[in-house]
């Protein structure tokens, strides 16, 4: 396979694991409560990230980061994956899987405006237009289909959607500070961040044997979605020489993650829930095309 093919794979396989990833959570939510999905499902990423660098021979280097590495390793830890997990939880926790996973898809919107006072990055009238589209199309999935009639289905459900993608993409931001190799960054963040998630769950939580059901659901988001995705995608990234080509390969994911919602979580799509989709990609193609003009 050539080095373009390859990368085609990679992204195509990561997108896969990706559109799985709401149904996941529906399902393990069934059995597990927030905070014990995301304790166990942190536990079974962080060993997949070590045994990745063990294979890579890189594990050794994660001792050798320095003061200021660890520092910043704490902070984005308590983002990912305390804060951002245990906040989209608690969203598909109290959504349908319908209206949660759109709205966190947002997370690109929220990150480029998040860019103007904190990266001193310019905003162009294809961003305002980009934000104004896709948040008509929030409105109108989490109002299902009555966006005049401002009457959602779970409030709160929204806040902690769209709150989800402002930690995102704060981690993302400050993430840009981090020199390390991506995967050793990722390691640490999950190391540092895993006494606040044992912590939250002590004090929050009865102590309790798993159900099995949701202990698998754990393995899988943990496994796939924190873990291999991540990998996945650097490696498809690493490959092509087209980026832009790759990436576009994301936008399949939303789509597809509905046909998953349907058929296993037994949901049943409203239209609402399709065009408020189709307003939230419209609005990331438009912020695409700004970007690239100028």
Not at 6 to 32: D, E, N
Not at 167 to 177: C, G, P, S
Request: hydrophobic share 50%; charged share 10%.
């Amino acid at each position: 396979m050539t080095h373009e093919q390859q990368a085609t794979l990679y992204g195509l396989t990561a997108v896969l694991i990706w559109s799985t990833i709401a149904t996941a959570f529906k399902l393990s939510l069934r059995h597990l409560q927030p905070i014990e999905l995301l304790l166990y499902a942190g536990v079974f990423s962080t060993l997949l990230l070590g045994l990745i660098l063990l294979f890579q021979g890189k594990l050794g280097q994660v001792f050798l980061c320095g003061r200021k590495e660890f520092l910043l390793s704490i902070g984005l830890g308590l983002l990912n994956p305390f804060f951002y997990y245990l906040i989209l939880l608690e969203a598909y926790d109290r959504l349908p899987a319908q209206q949660a996973q759109p709205l966190n898809y947002t997370w690109a919107i929220t990150l480029s405006l998040l860019s103007i006072p904190l990266l001193k990055q310019k905003v162009y009238w294809q961003q305002w237009l980009a934000l104004l589209i896709s948040y008509c199309g929030v409105l109108v999935i989490s109002t299902e289909g009555n966006p005049f009639s401002l009457e959602f289905t779970d409030p709160f459900g929204v806040i902690l959607a769209l709150a989800s993608t402002i930690v995102w993409a704060l981690y993302w931001i400050f993430n840009t500070r981090d020199k390390r190799d991506p995967v050793i960054g990722l390691f640490v963040n999950f190391l540092c961040g895993f006494p606040f998630v044992l912590g939250y769950y002590l004090l929050t939580c009865e102590l309790r044997r798993p159900a099995i059901e949701g202990l698998l659901g754990a393995a899988y988001v943990g496994t796939f979605e924190m873990g291999a995705c991540f990998v996945l995608w650097l490696l498809a990234l690493k490959k092509t020489r087209n980026t832009a080509r790759i990436s576009n390969l994301i936008f399949i994911s939303p789509f597809l993650s509905l046909v998953f919602i349907h058929f296993l979580v037994g949901e049943t799509i409203l239209p609402a829930t399709f065009f408020g989709l189709l307003l939230i990609i419209a609005g990331l193609f438009c912020q695409r095309i700004g970007n690239k003009t100028f």
